[in-house]
Structure formats: structure tokens, C-alpha cells
């Protein structure tokens, strides 16, 4: 696809934004790792494998391998927690933010970016993967197209995660071509988020980026947010939905989907580990 024309199809592209917005409820419940263990079995499997905790309400004889392709050991789960708390001369923190590419930081760990339309929750998930480095400031708003730069946040020396500005409603005028660029120059990316809201299930704009990512052979991944938000039938059947469009019509997605509420923590813990994976820093998982 001509690179104007989809520039345009994404910056624009206006989709069907629920405007009722939640509010953020800044609980720390559940935050950490050691707090979900202590939950009884059926609430710890919906909040560490929220995929799996659907099982329950799924007609029988679907089909649930691909709900547990990567399916980490709670021991996995908790070394990669590690990962994401400061201790000693484990920073965390912001790097710096950029319009351009060659504003963007020069740093070599892997890096893993999240993408999405505006007010899908980008930036609330950056927050809740860093609940337990309340020092580093991510901010998010309720008013769609809040963030405008790609923001870098760099996880000790171990890698970097990147908050994009959204595509569609109130898109950034310069998105496609710092995002664009950002995606197919950036030598250390090693997996892009691409964020879906369960409530309202793909929209237009998702299939133009998906499009692209498939475009730049980039491999990516599915993030379904706000699960906390949606009515159950309503999750299901967009997990379902989205699960076998990955499969059946994708070259570059994870088959897996990564359901999230950042205000819950469900999934957050799982993709935490994810990252860990996906950047290298659990050598001995193997799925
Ligand atoms: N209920 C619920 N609300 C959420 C969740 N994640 C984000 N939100 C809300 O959704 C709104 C948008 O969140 P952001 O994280 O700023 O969205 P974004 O994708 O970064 O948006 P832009 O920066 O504008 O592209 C805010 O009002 C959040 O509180 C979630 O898991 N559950
Ligand atoms: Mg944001």
C-alpha cells in the first residue's frame, strides 16, 4: 500500500472511541506477584492466565491449544517480576522522548514498543507493568491522542520499553512517520504490543496497522486491554474472534493472545514475562 496513503488511513481513521472513559482507580492490589499467589485457585488462574480462567465459558469442543503456547511456570512468572523492580543498580526509570527517529536514543538492549489506537491503554499498561517502580512517572489521560511523542523507558541494562503516541482519533499530525520509521529502522526491536480494546474489538485503524506490521515482516502480538470492562460473552467472543484471525490470516503474530486489565493486574504478571522472554532475559524458557 502506497506509504501516503496509509499515513493518512492511520492518522485519521476515525473509529468507533467509547467516549464513556473509567476512571483510574490507582489500586495496588494484586500489583505484585507474591499477593496474586495468595489468591484461591479459580481467581489466581483468572489473574496470572486470564485466557485460561475463560476456558469456563466457552461452548464445548472449542478449540483452546493456542490459549497456552506460552505457558510459563509460575517460578518463570516470578523471576521475571524481578525484572521489573528497582533494586541496588537496577534502574528503572525514562529515558527520553522523541518525534524523529534520529531524536530517538541510542541503546542497543532490546527494545519492545506498544502500539494501538488512541485511549486503548498503551500507556495505562506501561504503568501497571511498572506498579512496582512507582518512581517512574507514565502518563495517562482519559482524553484520547494524550500521548504525542514515543516515550522511552529503559528497564536496567537488561532492555527498553517504548509508549507510542495512538493512530486514529486525535492522532499526532507526524504519527506515520515517526511510527513508520521507528518500526522498520529500529535495529533492537524485538516484539511489537499491539493493543486491542475488548470492549470494542478490532476497528478499522487495527486492520491498517496490522497491515503494516505484516508490510515490514515485524514480529508482533496482541494485547486485549480493559478485560475488566467488558461483559463476559462480549470478551469471549473477541478473544475468540481475534484468535483465529492470528492464526488464519497473520505471517507475523504471536498465536497467542495477551489479555490485560491494568487496573486488575489480570495478564499483567504473564506479560511481564513475556517481555522477559521475548528480550532475552529468561534463557531457560524454551516455549
Ligand atoms: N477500566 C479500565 N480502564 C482502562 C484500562 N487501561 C486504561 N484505561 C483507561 O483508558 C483511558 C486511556 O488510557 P491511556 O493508557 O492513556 O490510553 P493510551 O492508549 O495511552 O492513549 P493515547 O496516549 O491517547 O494514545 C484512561 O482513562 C484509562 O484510565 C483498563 O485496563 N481498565
Ligand atoms: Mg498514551
Not at 505457558?71 to 517480576?81: F, K, V
Not at 521489573?84 to 527520553?96: A, M
Request: charged share 20%; with cysteine.
Amino acid at each position: 500500500m502506497l506509504r501516503l496513503q496509509r499515513l493518512r488511513r492511520l492518522a485519521g481513521a476515525s473509529c468507533l472511541l467509547r467516549r464513556r472513559s473509567a476512571t483510574w482507580r490507582s489500586s495496588t492490589k494484586n500489583a505484585s506477584f507474591s499477593e496474586v499467589l495468595q489468591l484461591e485457585d479459580t481467581k489466581l488462574t483468572g489473574v496470572v492466565f486470564p485466557l485460561q480462567g475463560l476456558e469456563r465459558y466457552l461452548a464445548p469442543g472449542v478449540n483452546t491449544a493456542s490459549f497456552r503456547i506460552f505457558n510459563p511456570g509460575l517460578d518463570h512468572i516470578h523471576r521475571a517480576e524481578a525484572l521489573f523492580k528497582p533494586s541496588g543498580r537496577h534502574v528503572i526509570d525514562y529515558v527520553s522522548s522523541a518525534v524523529r527517529m534520529d531524536h530517538a536514543p541510542q541503546l542497543s538492549q532490546p527494545e519492545v514498543c506498544f502500539v494501538g489506537r488512541s485511549n486503548v491503554g498503551k500507556s495505562s499498561l506501561i504503568k501497571a507493568l511498572f506498579s512496582l517502580a512507582p518512581d517512574v512517572e507514565v502518563r495517562v489521560s482519559k482524553t484520547p491522542g494524550h500521548t504525542k511523542k514515543m516515550n522511552f523507558f529503559k528497564v536496567g541494562k537488561y532492555f527498553t520499553l517504548v509508549d507510542m503516541p495512538g493512530y486514529g482519533y486525535r492522532a499526532p499530525q507526524d504519527f506515520a512517520d515517526m511510527v513508520e520509521a521507528y518500526l522498520q529502522e529500529r535495529q533492537n526491536l524485538k516484539r511489537t504490543f499491539l493493543l486491542v480494546d475488548s470492549v470494542v474489538g478490532f476497528q478499522k485503524a487495527d486492520h491498517i496497522a496490522i497491515e503494516m506490521l505484516e508490510e515490514f515482516g515485524i514480529p508482533y502480538v496482541f494485547v486485549l486491554t480493559k478485560i475488566d470492562k467488558a461483559p463476559k460473552g462480549l470478551l469471549v467472543k473477541n478473544v475468540l474472534e481475534i484468535q483465529d484471525f492470528a492464526e488464519k490470516h497473520t505471517q507475523g503474530c504471536f498465536p497467542q493472545l495477551f489479555p490485560v486489565s491494568s487496573i486488575e493486574y489480570s495478564g499483567i504478571h504473564l506479560l511481564r514475562c513475556f517481555i522477559a522472554h521475548v528480550t532475552g532475559n529468561l534463557p531457560m524458557m524454551n516455549s
